[in-house]
């Protein structure tokens, strides 16, 4: 037994070893970089690619008539005032949407990468507490990309798909970076900003820009960062730059919750799209609840339960401090809120809780940053646990390396499709309407990575054209290639895949 624990070990010990965190971190955001240039336009970004028209509907309902597409920055301001009074509040995710349906797309592609890039790095430094280097601790560097991996609800929605990477993605980053100088002050006594005379300012933007991103993310970090000003207030530490950070996420989310086109949406999903909505007798009540706590919080929780791991770990064997475990704690409560949140929201789907996973990955880093001492020292003393981070190691690896290639495969598939769709658009262009073959999951593998990649689930919801030239997707696709109309070869079992609610 000692003997194999030993060998495996020291195999694992030796891999580890070559595998340096620039590999490791190459090798991610390469990946990243190449599933954003595999992802065309689809769903919602065809509608975003045109002025939105409040006047009519907007553009995501079906059947509306021509629409105006985006060919200038003031086309954009235009269409985010009327999107803001008749749709929903999220400007700045929006503006970004529309200004990246624009122009071209390896320019989001490059954009999204350097996004991607910083949202690990800035985890990575509200779990260390300090803006230290990334190869002090390659361990956690790799449990932030396993976590963002695994974690993340709806992945390729939330993280590549140009329009949900801005609402999610994006705003994921620039929440992390306003409470980065929160994080850091809690942990040290002096900082850059407090002497800066444009911090100022600087913290009032980024604020706004915080505050004025997502519903639930942003009303949790507006607790987050009263309960940083509550400690700091105690401890003396409090700053200008503080205040204004705060002002700023006020004023933003302010911004975002009173919103006009909110609850013009809310009615307008009512009146034209009764089956995608909550019925408006049952807003609110325990029938509400009971569906968005097992279509929401349920599957988010469980796939939040491996980051739990090193937290629970760490409380249970008092390897933190009094100032640790407080730190870690603050992060895991914003995490649960961000659920608890999305709880009141009329419709919870899981992506919509993507910011709980990014505040308890900033926790279970932290946490397991603080059990490795303890790891690497029973690791030496007792052959099991030699063998049994030998055996989860080269699991999490594997595991990661063979996800990451079926991914690759599902959503190389997907891209040529497209080409093959595109072909067959131009030769039969003067049809009404053309009609192309459905997209298809090479070999069914979404069966094994899951929401990971593109499903079944995700084509019929977005990441394909309809069986109907009317419907919203076939519709603007139509429109913003000039084609007379355009359907998939394929009718959809609406029933298979609960387009309605049955209460």
Same mark, same amino acid.
């Given at each position: 037994m000692n003997l194999w624990a030993d060998r495996l070990y020291g195999l694992w010990q030796a891999l580890w070893q070559r595998l340096s965190w620039q590999l490791l971190f190459g090798l991610a955001a390469g990946v990243f970089l190449w599933r954003n240039i595999l992802m065309p336009l689809v769903g919602d970004d065809y509608s975003?690619?045109? %002025?939105?028209?409040?006047?009519?509907?907007? =553009?995501?309902? $079906?059947?509306?008539?021509?629409?105006?597409?985006? /060919?200038?920055?003031?086309d954009i301001v235009v269409s985010q005032w009327s999107h803001y009074f008749t749709w929903g509040g999220r400007v700045p995710a929006l503006f970004a949407v529309q200004f990246f349906c624009w122009q071209h797309s390896l320019l989001f592609d490059l954009f999204n990468t350097?996004?991607?890039? #910083?949202?690990?790095?800035?985890?990575?430094?509200?779990a260390a507490g300090r803006t230290e280097h990334v190869r002090t601790n390659k361990t956690a560097l790799w449990w932030l990309l396993l976590g963002l991996f695994f974690a993340v609800p709806s992945y390729i929605y939330t993280m590549v798909w140009r329009t949900g990477? +801005?609402?999610y993605l994006w705003t994921a980053v620039v /929440? +992390?970076?306003?409470?980065?100088?929160?994080?850091?002050?809690?942990?040290? $006594? $002096?900082?850059?900003?407090?002497?800066?005379?444009?911090?100022v300012p600087l913290m009032l933007f980024v604020g706004l820009l915080a505050g004025w991103s997502m519903e639930p993310a942003s009303i949790v970090t507006l607790l987050l960062t009263a309960a940083f000003m509550v400690i700091f207030y105690q401890q003396k530490k409090l700053r200008s730059w503080q205040w204004a950070g705060l002002t700023g996420l006020v004023i933003g989310l302010l911004l975002l919750m009173l919103a006009p086109g909110n609850m013009e949406r809310l009615k307008l999903m009512q009146e034209l799209a009764p089956d995608y909505t909550m019925p408006p007798e049952l807003l609110w009540t325990p029938v509400m609840f009971l569906y968005n706590f097992v279509s929401g919080f349920l599957p988010v929780f469980i796939g939040e339960l491996p980051l739990f791991v090193p937290i629970v770990l760490c409380l249970r064997y008092g390897l933190c401090s009094r100032q640790e475990k407080r730190y870690m704690l603050l992060f895991t409560a914003g995490?649960? #809120?961000?659920? +608890?949140?999305?709880?009141?929201?009329?419709?919870?789907?899981?992506?919509? @809780?993507?910011?709980?996973? %990014?505040?308890? #990955? @900033?926790?279970?880093?932290?946490?397991?940053?603080? #059990?490795?001492?303890?790891? @690497?020292?029973?690791c030496m003393q007792v052959p099991k646990i030699r063998l049994g981070a030998a055996v989860l190691?080269? /699991?999490?690896?594997?595991?990661w390396l063979v996800a990451m290639a079926l991914c690759l495969t599902i959503e190389t598939s997907y891209s040529q499709q497209w080409a093959e769709r595109e072909k067959i658009i131009s030769e039969h262009r003067q049809d009404d309407p053309v009609v192309v073959p459905a %997209?298809?999951?090479?070999?069914?593998?979404?069966?094994? /990575?899951? =929401?990971?990649?593109?499903?079944?689930?995700?084509?019929?919801?977005?990441?394909?054209?309809?069986?109907n030239p009317?419907?919203?997707r076939s519709n603007v696709y139509a429109q913003y290639h000039g084609l007379k109309g355009i359907v998939i070869d394929k009718q959809i079992d609406w029933g298979k895949y609960g387009e309605t609610f049955e209460w």
């Amino acid at each position: 037994m000692n003997l194999w624990a030993d060998r495996l070990y020291g195999l694992w010990q030796a891999l580890w070893q070559r595998l340096s965190w620039q590999l490791l971190f190459g090798l991610a955001a390469g990946v990243f970089l190449w599933r954003n240039i595999l992802m065309p336009l689809v769903g919602d970004d065809y509608s975003y690619a045109f %002025i939105w028209d409040g006047a009519n509907a907007g =553009n995501l309902m $079906d059947d509306i008539g021509p629409r105006q597409r985006i /060919t200038s920055l003031s086309d954009i301001v235009v269409s985010q005032w009327s999107h803001y009074f008749t749709w929903g509040g999220r400007v700045p995710a929006l503006f970004a949407v529309q200004f990246f349906c624009w122009q071209h797309s390896l320019l989001f592609d490059l954009f999204n990468t350097v996004f991607f890039v #910083l949202l690990v790095l800035v985890l990575y430094w509200l779990a260390a507490g300090r803006t230290e280097h990334v190869r002090t601790n390659k361990t956690a560097l790799w449990w932030l990309l396993l976590g963002l991996f695994f974690a993340v609800p709806s992945y390729i929605y939330t993280m590549v798909w140009r329009t949900g990477a +801005c609402v999610y993605l994006w705003t994921a980053v620039v /929440t +992390c970076i306003f409470l980065l100088p929160f994080a850091l002050t809690y942990w040290q $006594d $002096d900082l850059p900003l407090d002497k800066s005379a444009g911090a100022v300012p600087l913290m009032l933007f980024v604020g706004l820009l915080a505050g004025w991103s997502m519903e639930p993310a942003s009303i949790v970090t507006l607790l987050l960062t009263a309960a940083f000003m509550v400690i700091f207030y105690q401890q003396k530490k409090l700053r200008s730059w503080q205040w204004a950070g705060l002002t700023g996420l006020v004023i933003g989310l302010l911004l975002l919750m009173l919103a006009p086109g909110n609850m013009e949406r809310l009615k307008l999903m009512q009146e034209l799209a009764p089956d995608y909505t909550m019925p408006p007798e049952l807003l609110w009540t325990p029938v509400m609840f009971l569906y968005n706590f097992v279509s929401g919080f349920l599957p988010v929780f469980i796939g939040e339960l491996p980051l739990f791991v090193p937290i629970v770990l760490c409380l249970r064997y008092g390897l933190c401090s009094r100032q640790e475990k407080r730190y870690m704690l603050l992060f895991t409560a914003g995490s649960v #809120l961000v659920l +608890c949140a999305m709880m009141f929201s009329p419709d919870f789907r899981a992506h919509g @809780a993507y910011h709980s996973v %990014i505040f308890l #990955l @900033a926790a279970s880093t932290a946490a397991l940053r603080a #059990l490795m001492p303890l790891l @690497a020292e029973k690791c030496m003393q007792v052959p099991k646990i030699r063998l049994g981070a030998a055996v989860l190691g080269f /699991t999490a690896l594997g595991a990661w390396l063979v996800a990451m290639a079926l991914c690759l495969t599902i959503e190389t598939s997907y891209s040529q499709q497209w080409a093959e769709r595109e072909k067959i658009i131009s030769e039969h262009r003067q049809d009404d309407p053309v009609v192309v073959p459905a %997209i298809e999951i090479p070999w069914h593998l979404d069966k094994i /990575t899951g =929401n990971r990649s593109l499903t079944e689930s995700l084509l019929i919801f977005g990441a394909d054209l309809e069986s109907n030239p009317r419907d919203n997707r076939s519709n603007v696709y139509a429109q913003y290639h000039g084609l007379k109309g355009i359907v998939i070869d394929k009718q959809i079992d609406w029933g298979k895949y609960g387009e309605t609610f049955e209460w």
